[in-house]
């Protein structure tokens, strides 16, 4: 259900703004993921986390400061699709350390499937800014369209993440998941203009997302590092005593 809503408030966010501020979103659900993952996927509580996920907000803000007022119904719903990410990536972490990848992503997409094919009749009364025409039949190319969608851009992505969660944390994963905007920006701007829309300081926020993303490996490294360096002494006297 947790996938369905997203699936919903992500694309609706992409409705209601494009598809730039859509990805663009995501970006929030960084710190709250760092909150809510230690809670349910019972680990250690990160502060460094938090502080690189409240990071983000910065160039979040600078792209909210970039958005015409038409849009800003559009971030808020990306902004609640952000809140379901943290929710269910948490959730996966527990879950993949568990069960089988392929087994979660059956259940999840599939259930998924079913709650969106349940709500959509209902969404002219539920939101009536996402109603549109409910299970419009697709002409061929739209039809593979939807299919490579499916397939190579979901189904795939979805299994090899929860795959990557065994050797990561639901943060980790989430802070990559900010590339997201810079793939939304460069495929917006050459297949639906969306340059036009945005002003400098939008990217400038975007600059800043990608910052954060690439500076948590290199600390996580150093970290590493200077545990390796500390522990090693410690265990080398351990074996001369």
């Given at each position: 259900?947790?996938?369905?809503?997203?699936?919903?408030?992500?694309?609706?966010?992409?409705?209601?703004?494009?598809?730039?501020?859509?990805?663009?979103?995501?970006?929030?659900?960084?710190?709250?993921?760092?909150?809510?993952?230690?809670?349910?996927?019972?680990?250690?509580?990160?502060?460094?986390?938090?502080?690189?996920?409240?990071?983000?907000?910065?160039?979040?803000?600078?792209?909210?400061?970039?958005?015409?007022?038409?849009?800003?119904?559009?971030?808020?719903v990306g902004t609640l699709s952000a809140v379901l990410v943290a929710l269910f990536?948490?959730?996966?972490?527990?879950?993949?350390?568990?069960?089988?990848?392929?087994?979660?992503?059956?259940?999840?997409?599939?259930?998924?499937?079913?709650?969106?094919?349940?709500?959509?009749?209902?969404?002219?009364?539920?939101?009536?800014?996402?109603?549109?025409?409910?299970?419009?039949?697709?002409?061929?190319?739209?039809?593979?369209?939807?299919?490579?969608?499916?397939?190579?851009?979901?189904?795939?992505?979805?299994?090899?993440?929860?795959?990557?969660?065994?050797?990561?944390?639901?943060?980790?994963?989430?802070?990559?998941?900010?590339?997201?905007?810079?793939?939304?920006?460069?495929?917006?701007?050459?297949?639906?203009?969306?340059?036009?829309?945005?002003?400098?300081?939008?990217?400038?926020?975007?600059?800043?997302?990608?910052?954060?993303?690439?500076?948590?490996?290199?600390?996580?490294?150093?970290?590493?590092?200077?545990?390796?360096?500390?522990?090693?002494?410690?265990?080398?006297?351990?074996?001369?005593?």
């Amino acid at each position: 259900v947790l996938v369905a809503l997203h699936w919903l408030t992500f694309y609706g966010s992409i409705k209601l703004a494009n598809a730039s501020v859509g990805a663009t979103c995501i970006a929030l659900a960084t710190p709250m993921t760092a909150l809510l993952e230690p809670w349910l996927a019972r680990r250690r509580f990160s502060w460094r986390e938090l502080a690189l996920g409240v990071a983000t907000l910065p160039g979040v803000a600078l792209v909210v400061g970039g958005l015409p007022p038409a849009m800003l119904l559009g971030l808020a719903v990306g902004t609640l699709s952000a809140v379901l990410v943290a929710l269910f990536g948490s959730l996966n972490k527990r879950l993949v350390e568990q069960g089988d990848a392929f087994a979660v992503t059956a259940l999840e997409l599939g259930a998924g499937t079913l709650t969106v094919t349940a709500i959509a009749p209902l969404l002219p009364w539920l939101f009536a800014p996402l109603a549109s025409e409910v299970f419009l039949l697709p002409n061929a190319r739209d039809a593979l369209l939807v299919l490579a969608l499916a397939l190579a851009c979901t189904l795939l992505p979805f299994t090899l993440s929860l795959v990557a969660l065994r050797h990561m944390s639901a943060f980790a994963a989430q802070l990559a998941t900010n590339l997201e905007p810079v793939y939304a920006i460069v495929l917006a701007a050459l297949l639906l203009g969306e340059q036009h829309e945005l002003t400098p300081t939008f990217y400038l926020g975007a600059a800043l997302i990608l910052g954060v993303v690439f500076l948590h490996p290199l600390l996580e490294a150093r970290g590493r590092v200077r545990h390796a360096q500390i522990v090693g002494p410690s265990e080398a006297k351990q074996l001369v005593d």
